[in-house]
């Protein structure tokens, strides 16, 4: 019997030494260069707790009611309103009132979309940037956010947010 020697073929081995090398540069850079979505939020600032068992008698006339129903339309004293209506008349009723015993009280739906909340709480927040940046550009003559802290905090005692928050029952 003859038999054939079978030759052993060995695979050529690449170099992979660098591989993991470029792999981290690759990944850090692109960590770097790409930008993450952040979340949206609303900056609020809750009273202490011994200020929120303190109630307030407001009356009727001193109470701007905002509502948001299921189909996102937007009611300012039970009229349809736009957003650019809603930041004139929340600017005109903070404007007019003489105390700060004054309240935005903004109601919503369950199934109200969450972009319509947060246009509606962009206007109302505009509304009180501008009231505030009137008053600093007459009392200081500068915009609000180049007043300094003292300057600020008193512009603020006079336009203090008062807003209340609930949902509607249905």
Known sequence: MFRWKQKHREVPELNTTSTA??????LVFFLVTSSM???????????????QQEQMDINRSNVLQIRLDENDVLYCDDKTVTLAQLQQQVESFVASRQTDRYILAVQTDRKTSYDA????????????????DKMARQKYGCAFSQCTESQQEAIKQRYPQR????????
């Open 21 to 26: 090398d470029i792999s981290f540069m690759l």
């Open 37 to 51: 979505d952040s979340d949206k939020g609303l900056g609020r600032t809750l009273s202490p707790v011994e200020e």
């Open 117 to 132: 909340y947060f246009e509606m709480q962009n206007a109302v927040v505009a509304a009180y940037r501008s009231l505030r």
């Open 163 to 170: 807003i209340s928050e609930g949902i509607a029952e249905n």
